[in-house]
DNA sequence: CGTAGGTTTGACTGATCTCAAGTTTGGTGG
DNA sequence: CCACCAAACTTGAGATCAGTCAAACCTACG
């Protein structure tokens, strides 16, 4: 049922997606999961609940390594994460790529698009992933007709913001073995946030290289501080799959403090 | 009339700063500063500036060198800087400070704390400066009504967010001599949209320490890389003033395209 | 069972840090 | 106006963390 698509144009890649035929059953399930997310966010009242299931949506999908957005694009639709992983990078004009963040299921991805006309980064899928599209004016206007539901994503947008300012304190400040500890502690304890499974023990979606990429590291040295981290007895390794062994032990090791993701993300 | 205050508790510092006695006259300027700053970022209309100018606040000012905010307090106060220069940082816990963003008058701080009720990081005066400081409750009130308000103030808060993605990839992936020019490059430009003097010459209000907390680098190694921006020719520096002698090659030394300010900032 | 992408390992290099000693600057009080 | 002082800046030499390059080794998948 999946296609691959490699090659494409500069803009409007969601456009060549593939439509999910069997996911009309499940509508209600992306609204749902979406609701539940932004109840945690603001008190909504019944009416809100109501705008979000009357927008108009589609559901698409895309396989791994996959641009749904592209620098410099034109901003039209909001999406929603329904499963899989993506990020967003941006690279300099050498080439060099640095991953800003990773997005798991559930997480309502470029809502800066409500507002800001231009991407100012790429969006990649890790994994394939499957996502609701929601077009970016009627997304705005019900922001605007509904106080407590603008409130709602303006305070996921700060929240999401705050992450950025702890990735530029990890970037700048913390020495290799830190910034990877402190990647997979944020993974482990957003993942279990969003319900996906308890922070102790995970899969890891993304390549070493993408870690690297995350950290501001290369790929080979990412591998080497793995190999530490796990020779220190603060994780268990086997193929993508980490065991966190020691939570406490690890967040020293990271310097990661849970309070930036504000109770949410 | 300045007092400086060196010793404070963890909370609410604003509280011990000095009130501005002979600021009443300007209190319309505060304001129109910012509904100028609005009007760049939304389309407003007549109820929506008096709403702001009906808005209570206060006029303070600080020393250099001064916390206004500190990580972890109770978000209180939105505030928006009139004169001077502010920083805000966030530390690791073996002590490494890593600056997150500069700020210049005419910016609104702590806009975040309209929706979130701890500060993530320490907001610090680089030099003296003046702001006025607007309770957050009042504020989100206003933003609650006025749905083309909170749309500015949003929107704000996201070209904020977009500045953070540039800094991870600047911290991250670009060299030290890049990284310094990117920095100087985001300053320049930001002052000139602020309507404070031309990007080619300004005085930098931040010492060489502190360009080293915002690039993730050490003071030595700023000073030797400003040396060599200046041997190459892509700046002059005389004391703490800067002049970008050739643009464009500064840009590329940078690898600085403003398209992330998103014509505002 | 062949291939490509991902991971692992080793040897060497180099950008940036560290430490430590000057030097300059700007502000303050005499 | 000058002397002094603390903070900021400058410079050098040596140390180190992380990068580079290159080869091998997995392993999932067609």
């Given at each position: 049922m999946l296609e691959t698509y490699t090659d494409f144009g500069f803009y409007c890649f969601i456009?060549?997606?593939?439509?999910e035929e069997n996911m009309t059953a499940n509508d209600n399930d992306a609204f749902t999961r979406v609701i539940?997310?932004?109840?945690?966010?603001?008190?909504?009242?019944?009416?809100?609940?109501?705008?979000?299931?009357a927008l108009p949506f589609r559901i698409k999908t895309a396989p791994p390594n996959h641009y749904l957005v592209k620098e410099?694009?034109?901003?039209?639709?909001?999406?929603?994460?329904?499963?899989?992983?993506?990020?967003r990078?941006?690279?300099?004009?050498?080439?060099?790529r640095q991953i800003v963040s990773f997005h798991m299921p559930g997480d309502i991805l470029d809502l800066q698009h409500l507002l800001l006309s231009r991407a100012d980064h790429n969006l990649e899928t890790i994994t394939e992933a499957?996502?609701?599209?929601?077009?970016?004016?009627?997304?705005?206007?019900?922001?605007?007709?509904?106080?407590?539901l603008a409130e709602a994503l303006w305070r996921d947008t700060l929240i999401d913001a705050s992450i950025f300012r702890e990735w530029v304190l990890n970037v700048g400040r913390r020495d290799a073995k830190s910034r990877i500890a402190h990647m997979l502690c944020e993974f482990a304890a957003r993942r279990e946030k969003a319900g996906l499974g308890p922070p102790e023990r995970f899969n890891l979606p993304m390549t070493q290289e993408q870690i690297a990429d995350a950290t501001g590291l290369t790929s080979v040295h990412v591998n080497r501080m793995l190999?530490?981290?796990?020779?220190?007895?603060?994780?268990?390794?086997?193929?993508?799959?980490?065991?966190?062994?020691?939570?406490?032990?690890?967040?020293r090791v990271a310097d990661f403090n849970a309070a930036y993701l504000h109770e949410a993300a």
């Amino acid at each position: 049922m999946l296609e691959t698509y490699t090659d494409f144009g500069f803009y409007c890649f969601i456009d060549r997606l593939v439509d999910e035929e069997n996911m009309t059953a499940n509508d209600n399930d992306a609204f749902t999961r979406v609701i539940h997310k932004l109840e945690r966010l603001a008190p909504l009242e019944q009416a809100d609940r109501d705008a979000i299931r009357a927008l108009p949506f589609r559901i698409k999908t895309a396989p791994p390594n996959h641009y749904l957005v592209k620098e410099g694009a034109a901003a039209t639709d909001c999406c929603v994460l329904l499963t899989g992983y993506v990020c967003r990078h941006k690279t300099t004009s050498s080439g060099d790529r640095q991953i800003v963040s990773f997005h798991m299921p559930g997480d309502i991805l470029d809502l800066q698009h409500l507002l800001l006309s231009r991407a100012d980064h790429n969006l990649e899928t890790i994994t394939e992933a499957t996502f609701a599209l929601v077009p970016a004016e009627d997304l705005r206007r019900v922001a605007q007709q509904r106080p407590l539901l603008a409130e709602a994503l303006w305070r996921d947008t700060l929240i999401d913001a705050s992450i950025f300012r702890e990735w530029v304190l990890n970037v700048g400040r913390r020495d290799a073995k830190s910034r990877i500890a402190h990647m997979l502690c944020e993974f482990a304890a957003r993942r279990e946030k969003a319900g996906l499974g308890p922070p102790e023990r995970f899969n890891l979606p993304m390549t070493q290289e993408q870690i690297a990429d995350a950290t501001g590291l290369t790929s080979v040295h990412v591998n080497r501080m793995l190999f530490e981290l796990a020779a220190d007895g603060v994780i268990v390794r086997d193929k993508r799959q980490v065991e966190i062994t020691d939570w406490s032990r690890m967040c020293r090791v990271a310097d990661f403090n849970a309070a930036y993701l504000h109770e949410a993300a």
